[in-house]
């Protein structure tokens, strides 16, 4: 059974920085791309950042030059760095994983981890 968990939501003020994790446990399986969405109250869930398994990087237009997201390969986990935070960073943050078991590709989610900007 595959799980990602994710970890370091909070509460923090505008201008401010918090790190999301994200650690991936379970059977023995290849962790390809890794992403993360966010989801607001009444919006679909949207793509923040992904990282392939190289190290490639990708950003939505909205964090761009603000969000940093990386990986420990050998850890199993992701993060995402988040500077200068906006109130419109605010939202449920998931944590998304595309995997791998031989011939067998599936994916995985986190159960989200709140993160709350006050301005």
């Known amino acids: 059974q595959v799980q990602l968990v994710e970890s370091g939501g909070g509460l923090v003020q505008a201008g401010g920085s918090l790190r999301l994790s994200c650690t991936a446990s379970?059977?023995?399986?290849?962790?390809?791309?890794m992403k993360w969405y966010r989801q607001a109250p009444g919006n679909q869930r949207d793509m923040v950042a992904d990282?392939?398994?190289?190290?490639?990087?990708n950003y939505a237009d909205a964090v761009k030059g603000r969000f940093t997201i990386s990986r420990d390969n050998a850890k199993r986990k992701v993060y995402l760095q988040m500077n200068s935070l906006k109130p419109e960073d605010t939202a449920v943050y998931y944590c998304?994983?595309?995997?791998?078991?031989?011939?067998?590709?599936?994916?995985?989610w986190g159960q989200g981890t709140q993160v709350t900007v006050s301005s």
């Open positions: 379970g059977s023995m399986y290849v962790i390809n791309s």
């Open positions: 990282i392939s398994s190289f190290g490639a990087t």
């Open positions: 998304y994983a595309d995997c791998a078991d031989g011939d067998v590709h599936f994916y995985r």
